[in-house]
């Protein structure tokens, strides 16, 4: 998010093992678009890089001015790098929750056009778009862009039109009553706001396996893996996904590893990949797809090591020490529980001709939602959150901004209240 300055050194991550901690730093580095070295060192090294390791808990990320944070969280290195600040304001017109395309596309349109704005988000900025290696289908990128890069232009541009971003900070409670909406987050502060747009998108879905929550970050990762990708020079990687985001990630490995092999559960990848993606894995040559393939098991001690494959049917233990999964996303609404705001089956945010006469019991105005409004007046929805919403980056962000359209309306019937 912020590189450090050309006559510095760049961050640097110092572990002793290849671990979830480390790999939690590394990943929230990458996706922020912070340039750093990971230099991982054998165990029991009393220095490395210049730095005394005697006695201190790793990992360590020492920032560009010789500053160091022993075994910091994600959290803890925003805050050291000045990103962490409380919000400016206690009262806005709109808070918008998540920071990704969606939620970043309506910042950016509605502080534009005036609106005082929150954006609060409680990780790095670009959402699940930000673990993706290279976008190469979104309008005006003939050369493609890395969804960090895209999400941190976004952020810019948001921030220079005025919206106020409170960042790695979360809400732990949200009430929508008589037109006033309150998010109290995890500090203890309250902010208000006239009006909310439900932008939280969703988390990659996780493997059910025995062994996985163990391994994970140590061996086992979800998304593209853009921050592990340079340490698989020389290996035999798999991915599990047979969408776009499975796509992107075996291509960005395949530029690094000796080989890659992409899991696909079902029986091609024509139904669920983008054309360009799938002619592109079919002509590279250190790339193979294997169809009707499921993991059934992953095993090591400290670090991946073998993986079972069932393939129709068949059982195949294979050595492996990263697998990168990438099976889609399940929505982050379980704020929603304590609210009005009506879910689909799934968990998805309901809005609009979606909602049902059941989903609206509550519903007090004569009006009907709007396109991407709630089952509560004033609260909106946008992105991957919203139920049957495209998964794309470009419906996000053109929801975002219909979104400031509606809100505007949202607002213009409010004014006299």
Same mark, same amino acid.
């Given at each position: 998010m912020i590189a450090p300055a050309d006559d510095k050194q760049p961050l640097r991550v110092v572990a002793d093992a290849d671990g979830p901690d480390a790999y939690a730093l590394r990943d929230y580095l990458t996706r922020s678009e912070v340039p750093f070295l990971s230099i991982v060192v054998p165990a029991g090294s009393s220095s490395a890089a210049g730095v005394d390791l005697?006695?201190?808990?790793?990992?360590?990320?020492?920032?560009?001015?010789?500053?160091?944070?022993?075994?910091?969280?994600?959290?803890?290195?925003?805050?050291?790098?000045?990103?962490?600040?409380?919000?400016?304001?206690?009262? #806005?017109?709109?808070?918008?929750?998540?920071?990704?395309?969606?939620?970043?596309?309506?910042?950016?349109?509605?502080?534009?056009?005036?609106?005082?704005?929150?954006?609060?988000?409680?990780?790095?900025?670009?959402?699940?778009?930000?673990?993706?290696?290279?976008?190469?289908?979104?309008?005006?990128?003939?050369?493609?862009?890395?969804?960090?890069?895209?999400?941190?232009? $976004?952020?810019?541009?948001?921030?220079?039109?005025?919206?106020?971003?409170?960042?790695?900070? !979360?809400g732990v409670d949200r009430t929508f009553t008589d037109h006033d909406v309150r998010a109290r987050l995890a500090d203890g502060s309250e902010i208000h706001a006239h009006a909310a747009l439900c932008a939280t998108g969703v988390?990659?879905?996780?493997?059910?396996?025995?062994? $996985?929550?163990?391994?994970?970050? $140590?061996?086992?990762? #979800?998304?593209?893996?853009?921050?592990?990708?340079?340490a698989c020079i020389g290996l035999h990687v798999y991915v599990v996904g047979g969408a776009n985001s499975a796509g992107q990630a075996a291509m960005n490995l395949a530029a690094h590893a000796a080989h890659v092999t992409v899991l696909v559960r079902g029986p091609s990848l024509s139904s669920t990949m983008s054309a360009y993606l799938l002619n592109r894995l079919a002509v590279q040559p250190n790339v193979t797809i294997l169809v009707n393939t499921r993991v059934v098991d992953v095993d090591g001690t400290d670090h991946l090591q073998e993986i079972t494959l069932?393939?129709?049917?068949?059982?195949?233990?294979?050595?492996?020490? !990263?697998?990168?999964?990438?099976?889609?996303?399940?929505?982050?609404?379980?704020?929603?529980?304590?609210?009005?705001?009506?879910?689909?089956?799934?968990?998805f945010l309901l809005t609009g001709i979606d909602l049902s006469a059941g989903d609206l019991d509550r519903w007090p105005l004569e009006r009907a939602p709007h396109y991407l409004e709630t089952s509560v007046p004033g609260v909106f929805a946008a992105g991957d959150v919203r139920a049957n919403s495209v998964k794309r980056v470009a419906s996000a962000v053109g929801e975002g901004a219909m979104a400031v359209t509606l809100i505007h309306r949202y607002l213009a019937d409010i004014a006299p209240l």
């Open positions: 005697v006695g201190r808990a790793l990992p360590l990320v020492v920032l560009s001015d010789g500053a160091i944070l022993e075994d910091p969280t994600p959290e803890q290195v925003a805050s050291a790098l000045g990103w962490v600040n409380p919000p400016s304001r206690s009262t #806005y017109d709109l808070i918008i929750h998540g920071a990704g395309p969606a939620g970043l596309s309506a910042a950016v349109y509605a502080a534009s056009e005036g609106l005082s704005v929150a954006v609060i988000e409680r990780d790095a900025v670009g959402g699940q778009a930000g673990f993706s290696s290279l976008i190469e289908n979104y309008l005006g990128f003939p050369g493609g862009i890395s969804g960090a890069e895209l999400a941190e232009r $976004a952020r810019r541009q948001a921030v220079s039109f005025g919206a106020d971003l409170v960042l790695m900070r !979360h988390q990659w879905r996780r493997l059910d396996l025995p062994r $996985a929550h163990d391994l994970e970050g $140590a061996g086992v990762y #979800y998304g593209a893996g853009t921050s592990e990708a340079s069932d393939q129709a049917g068949t059982a195949t233990r294979v050595p492996a020490t !990263h697998l990168f999964v990438c099976i889609g996303g399940a929505p982050n609404t379980a704020w929603a529980e304590t609210t009005d705001v009506r879910l689909d089956a799934r968990g």
